[in-house]
């Protein structure tokens, strides 16, 4: 492999080496390159083990605030109600109207409707969900992508894509984690910028002896952990580069029929690449879709627009795992930053609210088919256990098989324990 | 330092301030940063890109001890440089003031290039910053050069004053120029800063004369920026007041009041109060309008402000080096809000001149660890995309004779493909360019770094094989122009070794170092 290639120091520093000694390396890059290759090909050989033991999730973010009152915990008949009316599902709980397709996947998933969170600016919220901290400015923590690329990446040694992809959006960063675990963002039609190299591949690995060169002598001289992360990156790249995982970022060569389950929209196609990405073994994917911050005009909005694109997506999503046998290992997450206000304003819209809300979840090792917890009537208030981001975190990790122990040391040696000492939510595992 | 005698009085007070703050952690500095280094880090804050082989040549070949002042003397003065200068911070106000997606979006009635001009024109007369600011927080007319009203200052309000009341407008006035943070406090009062809902609300009002109007010319869009009169939301012009709701469902009243309190004449009727024109005056009285752009400056050039972020300054949020963040800011009002002389004071002050290396006696200095900041060296970091896009266009001339205004038009078009929406409806926007992947796919396989390693006639590297010399003289040019330094024996020996590989093909050779370079940390690096 040409990661293993690069950290055998005497290539690196061949300082007093013989020209013709060099010469042989600078030759060997070219050998060592196609072994490369080939070996990818004997790994493929023991995938079908490794598979078994993969866990993934899929993060479906809805950005800008998605109003889950009209969505999952419906109030129909109130003041707060709104005009959408609920209908029965294959699980326990009633959701909107306007999500038909998901009402028959939502024995798979289920609804927790007591969110109860604390930050309802767009920034503070996007920070708190996506990393179950509030924002410190002493300190970065890791993002869901970052912490469970982290985690789960040894059941992959094979994985030559970035480990943590943002499709359509930005996600949040890798934190103390370092830029190895930050997301690799693309969009949902799955194009990679700048792949095509105008030389060829015995060439860039001569050019990469005298990069890694300069690289180190300047990380040498101690400039900082970022000189560090940078060589990190150069080396993902190079690894990206001689990669056929590639392929799994051809979105646009699945069947016809499949590009139109999921909806031929980017969140419809985003989905779908989130799925191929899984199956080429990455062990985290975020999905954008933006346009949940609807102030005015809201029930047009979700009706007409959102609403339907979600639904389509999402059941596709939900369905397609589960036929593939990959929904047991693959945990759904649909959330967003905050949920938006019972009461609804003037301008027939509604604002942040994080006080209660709702977020759904699924696969991996969740069990399916539930509403956890309960609004007031009036939508106001949590009335059962209140469950937070750190909580919901927690039980990710936990249907992904990742231990609640785990601790995380920042560079400055605090520690820290996994999703922020979030506890279960007990009702998901029971 | 042997300049001393030559310098303002506020680059001592740095320096002694800095060493006090050293010795009371148990810190010492990092040694000098060697010239050539230290020549390329002061061409990349003040214009924005690294300077050329023959201008670093050019401050090698002075050898007066004021060389390092002369050196930002020109910068800043020399009329060689006046274009460039401006349009570097201009670039950096942009992003300050509109985003980087500041009228790129397909609604926007931004003009960019209206936002440009302005800036590019106020930072060529090097405008005081108090009357930049005033006027961009006062500015009427239209956002579109060539327009009849145009006025450019009008494209940092344009988006912001009509949605949500001028929500938008509020929150960015305060934290831009004033270092408030009140977005959160448009709902509710917020938990641990002193500012309250109803303050953002008398704030807000205002921008109630305010409002942004939508003009259609054929096939472009552009706007007008307008005051007029405002009723009040209880329909009293001469009381006009606006309502707000708290969250427990009362409604309250607010009346214009800056952020100390004052408070100005009620009337909606313009003739009687203007009150962006009152407010503008008020910011002007403020000393956190001092503080905001001290903080701002002495962050762009030593990587870290006194605050982090440092657009906050409530008291919640601790500073490093109080004292001299008080007197930097007392003493920036007192020399007219002059940017350039603020520059001079920091870029020939000590911290500037540190090198970058961490040693043993200042490894505890790491701002990355949550420790507030001591400038004890130099904090490397990566280019800003627009520095490294104007650095590999410029010094190595990979975009040929292109004008500045076609220069910046595809630079901000190579910029946006690192440009992430989050979807909400403050516009917010997440760089991803901050050295991932696709940054590196860029940088190895990029348009611009196929332009910028061509060897067609007329690039960089045909007219250096063009030139006399030995192909290690070459590969030296290389390292100076990217680096600001001379190769190491093994880097030359590298090149040597790659020559034979490429059969004698000098060009080949030098592409492939040139791409090294160009890829390595230490190039995308300010350090």
């Given at each position: 492999m040409w990661t293993n290639w690069a950290n055998q120091r005497q290539f690196v520093t061949p300082h007093g080496m013989s020209r013709r000694h060099f010469a042989t390396h600078l030759a060997g890059a070219a050998t060592m390159l196609g072994a490369s290759l080939s070996l990818g090909h004997s790994l493929r050989v023991h995938a079908d083990t490794l598979k078994q033991n993969r866990k993934s999730c899929i993060l479906l973010w809805m950005g800008g605030g998605p109003s889950s009152i009209d969505i999952w915990d419906l109030k129909p008949g109130t003041d707060n109600g709104g005009p959408f009316r609920t209908i029965a599902t294959s699980g326990d709980a009633q959701i909107s109207e306007h999500m038909p397709l998901m009402a028959k996947q939502m024995h798979h998933m289920s609804i927790v409707r007591s969110m109860s969170t604390r930050e309802a600016d767009h920034n503070r919220g996007r920070y708190y969900m996506h990393t179950g901290y509030v924002p410190d400015a002493s300190i970065d923590y890791p993002s869901y992508g970052a912490v469970i690329s982290h985690q789960l990446l040894s059941q992959r040694p094979d994985l030559q894509i970035p480990p943590f992809i943002a499709v359509g959006g930005a996600s949040e960063g890798p934190g103390f984690l370092g830029m190895a675990y930050s997301p690799f963002n693309v969009t949902s039609n799955g194009r990679v910028r700048n792949l095509e190299a105008s030389i060829g591949n015995e060439r860039l690995m001569q050019r990469k002896i005298a990069l890694s060169m300069i690289e180190d002598s300047f990380i040498g001289q101690r400039r900082g952990n970022s000189a560090i992360e940078h060589k990190k990156i150069l080396e993902k790249t190079y690894d990206f580069l001689g990669s056929q995982q590639r392929e799994a970022f051809k979105v646009e060569s699945e069947p016809e029929e499949m590009k139109e389950m999921y909806g031929k929209n980017g969140f419809g196609q985003g989905c779908l690449l989130a799925r191929r990405l899984v199956e080429a073994g990455a062990p985290f994917v975020e999905v954008d879709l933006g346009g949940w911050d609807n102030h005015d005009g809201i029930f047009q909005t979700l009706q007409r627009d959102r609403l339907p694109t979600l639904d389509k997506a999402m059941a596709a999503l939900t369905e397609d795992l589960n036929q593939r046998g990959l929904l047991e290992d693959t945990v759904i997450v649909w959330m967003g930053e905050f949920g938006r206000t019972p009461r609804i304003n003037a301008g027939a819209g509604r604002d942040h609210f994080a006080r209660a809300w709702s977020v759904v979840v699924g696969g991996g090792g969740i069990k399916g088919g539930q509403a956890v917890g309960s609004t007031s009537e009036d939508g106001m208030e949590v009335v059962t256990e209140p469950y937070s981001s750190e909580d919901l975190m927690a039980s990710v990790c936990k249907a992904l098989g990742i231990s609640l122990e785990t601790t995380f040391t920042s560079r400055s040696g605090r520690p820290m324990k996994i999703a922020n000492s979030g506890k279960l939510i007990k009702e998901l595992f029971s | 330092m042997a300049q001393l005698k030559n310098l303002p009085k506020q680059v001592e007070l740095i320096n002694q301030a800095l060493q006090k703050g050293w010795e009371e952690n148990g810190l010492r500095p990092s040694p000098q940063e060697d010239d050539l280094k230290w020549c390329r880090r002061v061409y990349l804050d003040l214009i924005g890109r690294i300077p050329t082989f023959d201008e670093l040549a050019e401050f090698a070949k002075d050898k007066s001890s004021s060389k390092k002042l002369n050196l930002v003397n020109r910068l800043l003065n020399d009329e060689r440089y006046t274009e460039e200068y401006a349009n570097h911070w201009a670039t950096v106000w942009s992003n300050v003031l509109i985003g980087r997606k500041g009228g790129m979006e397909d609604n926007s009635i931004i003009s960019r290039e209206g936002m440009m001009k302005y800036l590019r024109d106020s930072f060529a007369q090097n405008k005081p910053y108090n009357d930049m600011v005033y006027e961009l927080v006062t500015a009427t007319g239209t956002t579109r050069p060539g327009t009849e009203k145009f006025n450019g200052a009008t494209n940092f309000l344009a988006m912001k004053v009509n949605p949500d009341n001028g929500a938008l407008a509020t929150a960015s006035v305060s934290r831009m120029f004033l270092g408030l943070q009140v977005q959160c406090t448009q709902c509710h009062n917020h938990p641990f800063n002193q500012w309250k809902q109803q303050k953002f609300w008398e704030f807000n009002?205002?921008?109630?004369?305010t409002s942004a109007r939508e003009i259609q010319d054929g096939m472009t869009r552009y706007g007008e920026l307008r005051n007029h009169d405002f009723a009040g939301e209880g329909g009293n012009p001469e009381e006009a007041e606006i309502y707000f709701q708290l969250r427990n469902g009362i409604t309250n009243v607010a009346y214009p009041a800056f952020v100390d309190g004052t408070t100005i004449g009620r009337s909606g009727y313009l003739s009687q109060v203007n009150r962006r024109d009152e407010l503008g005056k008020l910011m002007m009285q403020s000393p956190f309008l001092d503080r905001t752009i001290v903080n701002r400056m002495w962050a762009h050039f030593l990587g870290y402000g006194f605050t982090k972020p440092i657009d906050d300054l409530g008291p919640h949020n601790p500073t490093s080096f109080p004292e001299l963040f008080d007197q930097l800011s007392v003493d920036f009002r007192q020399n007219s809000y002059d940017l350039k002389q603020l520059m001079v004071w920091i870029t020939m002050s000590q911290p500037y001149q540190l090198s970058s290396r961490i040693t043993k006696q200042n490894?505890?200095?790491?701002?990355?660890?949550?420790?507030?900041?001591?400038?004890?060296y130099f904090y490397a970091r990566q280019m800003t995309g627009e520095q490294l896009y104007q650095s590999i266009a410029v010094a190595t001339k990979a975009l040929g004779n292109v004008s500045l205004d076609e220069q910046a038009r595809r630079r901000d078009e190579w910029i946006r493909q690192f440009l992430v929406d989050y979807g909400n409806d403050e516009g917010d926007e997440a760089n991803t360019f901050n050295g991932s992947i696709s940054q590196s796919l860029m940088m190895f396989n990029g348009d611009l770094s196929k332009d910028a390693t061509s060897v067609e006639p007329g690039s960089f590297l045909h007219t250096l094989i063009q030139q006399k010399g030995t192909p290690v003289d070459k590969v030296q040019h290389l390292f100076l122009s990217g680096l600001s330094r001379r190769p190491r024996n093994e880097e030359l020996e590298v090149a040597k070794q790659l020559l034979i590989v490429r059969k004698n093909d000098a060009a080949g050779m030098l592409q492939d170092m040139w791409w090294a370079i160009l890829n390595s940390n230490e190039f995308i690096f300010n350090h």
């Open positions: - | 009002a205002f921008f109630r004369q490894e505890s200095d790491d701002p990355t660890l949550g420790e507030t900041p001591k400038f004890s």
